[in-house]
């Protein structure tokens, strides 16, 4: 499906009467008979018993669906399961290839028939994607991106769990966040699904080809450049290591070496100061074909991937060269640091049983100062802080009590969460004497605010300084 067809050529219609007619592949069978009656491949009557045809389908459906308890079901439902009949109908006539053959398979056949056969291909597509996934899973990346692992560990296996291939097969009834280089969302249910693990699997397979280290730290200086923490943002890790590798090529470098060092960058630079629109697209497309050969990709679906991702980042080029703004494309090897001291650790992270008695313990207390005093003995993990925090077991100064026993590191860390968007997407200044939040989330976030408004300019000043030296990967709640 999708990209996959279009690189077959299967999309677009150019035959016979049915000429240059692009049919709706999620509509498939009910464009085929509007086109097919329009140019008088089918008739009226024709068309009408394929209707009838249809219904007893349904009728037929809706008894199975309803175990025989009943024929009465809401129109909502009833239009679910029509929309299911059509998929599996959509999916046998789709696989014929050529329309005028679907039109006269139609012709000469019950439509029982075509909904039988579609609904076996249906299952067998099913088949075909649970193997797919299995070798997806076999060889997931190992990072530490939470769309990538929540979609791998979570969002597919409770779609093949729930998929209903009779009375639900046109519905993609997962949560898939982790977004793809090139995807086609106008696909649906297990056709998208498996669409979807065979781009996930070049992209799998692709990174693999590079060293998991150097990848690692490449979403590191990713989240570094962006302002953000890589860990919780959506974004596509092929793209990120295809154009690092493509700019490696365009260095001077091998393309298995995807860390960029500044004089790399200079050069790159140099490379796109005076050029036009075309020659940068010439030059990318260039770089890809020496990437594909060194890597000795012969897999035509892969190539033809990977060459559509070289296109993409060629017209994103043309509008950074344009801005200057090539620096935003390209992300370079950070200098390592020392990280500051804090006494956040994550390896105290506390059990679950353990957490609750503490609120328990503390919810009992009558006074504040021994609230604090339980929590800043037995806390000692971020992910701790944060879930207390969120019980809401502190009143009004409590949580100003609780904010002075922090150093300025604790502090910056706490700014980081807190203004999260707020530094995404730009600065913030603490020295201003009322910074403000767009949206405030929670108490604790809004007393946060109001305690850091409160303090001396002089320990904004530390503080801010702490925000920007800590990298979002260094604030571990696990």
Not at 242 to 258: K, M, Q, T, Y
Not at 272 to 295: C, R, T
Not at 444 to 466: A, E, G, L, M
């Amino acid at each position: 499906m999708g990209l996959e067809k279009q690189h077959n050529d299967l999309l677009l219609v150019k035959q016979k009467k049915i000429n240059n007619i692009q049919l709706l592949r999620n509509q498939y069978t009910i464009s085929l008979l509007n086109v097919g009656l329009r140019e008088g491949l089918l008739n009226s009557q024709e068309m009408y018993e394929v209707q009838i045809q249809l219904m007893q389908i349904l009728k037929e459906s809706i008894r199975r669906y309803t175990r025989e308890e009943s024929s009465s079901i809401s129109s909502d439902v009833a239009e679910e399961i029509l929309t299911s009949i059509l998929y599996a109908v959509d999916a046998f006539l789709f696989q014929l290839g050529d329309p005028e053959n679907a039109i006269n398979f139609v012709k000469k056949n019950n439509m029982e028939i075509t909904y039988e056969q579609g609904v076996k291909i249906v299952k067998d597509c099913l088949e075909e994607t649970r193997a797919l996934f299995k070798e997806i899973r076999n060889n997931k990346l190992d990072v530490a991106v939470d769309s990538y692992n929540i979609t791998i560990d979570e969002s597919i296996p409770l779609f093949l769990k729930k998929y209903e291939v009779v009375f639900d097969a046109h519905n993609t009834m997962a949560s898939i966040d982790y977004p793809l280089a090139i995807d086609d969302m106008t696909i649906q249910g297990v056709y998208y699904l498996k669409q979807y693990l065979t781009y996930l699997k070049i992209e799998t397979e692709f990174c693999q080809m590079f060293n998991q280290d150097d990848l690692r730290d490449l979403l590191v200086n990713y989240g570094r450049m962006c302002g953000f923490d890589y860990r919780i943002e959506l974004f596509n890790i092929f793209e990120l290591v295809l154009n690092n590798a493509v700019f490696s090529v365009l260095s001077g470098e091998l393309p298995s070496r995807i860390r960029i060092s500044v004089q790399q960058y200079k050069e790159i630079k140099n490379l796109f100061s005076n050029i036009s629109d075309s020659q940068i697209q010439l030059i990318i497309l260039e770089a890809v074909e020496k990437l594909l050969h060194h890597f000795n990709i012969s897999d035509s679906l892969m190539s033809y991937y990977i060459k559509q991702c070289g296109i993409n980042l060629a017209k994103r080029l043309k509008s950074v060269v344009k801005h200057n703004r090539l620096q935003t494309v390209v992300i370079l090897e950070q200098e390592l640091k020392t990280p500051p001291l804090t006494t956040f650790n994550a390896s105290d992270r506390m059990s679950d049983h353990r957490f609750r008695l503490l609120i328990e313990k503390i919810m009992n207390c009558e006074k504040s100062v021994d609230k604090i005093d339980i929590i800043r003995t037995n806390f000692h993990s971020l992910h701790d802080y944060i879930d207390i925090l969120n019980t809401d077991c502190l009143l009004n100064d409590e949580y100003e009590e609780l904010f002075k026993t922090f150093g300025d590191v604790e502090l910056a860390i706490l700014t980081k969460i807190v203004f999260y968007e707020e530094l995404r997407n730009n600065s913030i200044y603490l020295s201003s004497p009322n910074i403000r939040k767009r949206e405030i989330e929670s108490e604790w976030q809004d007393q946060f605010i109001k305690f850091i408004n409160k303090i001396h300019p002089s320990r904004k000043s530390v503080i801010q300084q702490y925000v920007y030296e800590i990298d979002y990967e260094e604030i571990s709640f696990y």
